[in-house]
T-cell receptor, first 116, second 112 residues
């Protein structure tokens, strides 16, 4: 069965500093991985996804993630954060091996707080 | 292009009642998924519909049901509400199950 573990529930960081949000997964089928962001009182927005191909995935707003099969990880990184990046970030894995993006298992989320 | 619309945005019900939540997908999208978000359990998958057929179902009791209409609009129903059903219910739509999902703002349900 698939599962996702986000290792940090909260990450405080100063503006313009780099940040890494950690995600480990377990999957018994082909792996399709996603990072979503949720701003207060809003729905989720897709940041990036790994379906196949290059293990370094670039997303929106300057975020990127690296798929590491041996470490079963998919950590999200940004070299320099802004106040506007303050939000909750969710890592997710597809529940089936057909590449479906509509049936996801989410981690518990990491709250990123960017301080001036 | 209008985004995913969910109605109502806020809802207060009492235990034992039933509730119906509505989701209108982005025009042209035929796939709709529903998720429940709570502080304790996080985001949990409820249902996935494509072309009026339920494609997948999460691990929720039978009190939770859903359907999709020919215009791709979807509804979910919760009967015999319990306090633990208080949550943000999120709907997402996509062109197909294999395309990017776009989420609506959610319906916040409070059960008293």
């Amino acid at each position: 069965a698939q599962s996702v573990t986000q290792l940090d529930s909260q990450v405080p960081v100063f503006e313009e500093a780099p940040v890494e949000l950690r995600c480990n997964y377990s999957s018994s089928v082909s792996v399709y991985l996603f990072w979503y962001v949720q701003y207060p009182n809003q729905g989720l927005q897709l940041l990036l996804k790994y379906l196949s191909g290059s293990t370094l995935v670039k997303g929106i707003n300057g975020f990127e993630a690296e798929f590491n099969k041996s470490q079963t990880s998919f950590h999200l990184r940004k070299p320099s954060v802004h106040i506007s990046d303050t939000a909750e970030y969710f890592c997710a894995v597809s529940k089936d091996d057909g590449g479906s993006q509509g049936n996801l298992i989410f981690g518990k989320g990491t709250k990123l707080s960017v301080k001036p | 292009k209008a985004g995913v619309t969910q109605t109502p945005r806020y809802l207060i019900k009492t235990r034992g009642q039933q509730v119906t939540l509505s989701c209108s997908p982005i025009s042209g999208h035929r796939s709709v998924s529903w998720y429940q978000q709570t502080p304790g359990q996080g985001l949990q998958f409820l249902f996935e519909y494509f072309s009026e057929t339920q494609r997948n179902k999460g691990n929720f009791p039978g009190r939770f049901s859903g359907r999709q209409f020919s215009n791709s609009r979807s509804e979910m129903n919760v009967s015999t509400l319990e306090l633990g059903d208080s949550a943000l219910y999120l709907c997402a739509s996509s062109l197909s199950p294999f395309n990017e999902q776009f989420f609506g703002p959610g319906t916040r349900l409070t059960v008293l």
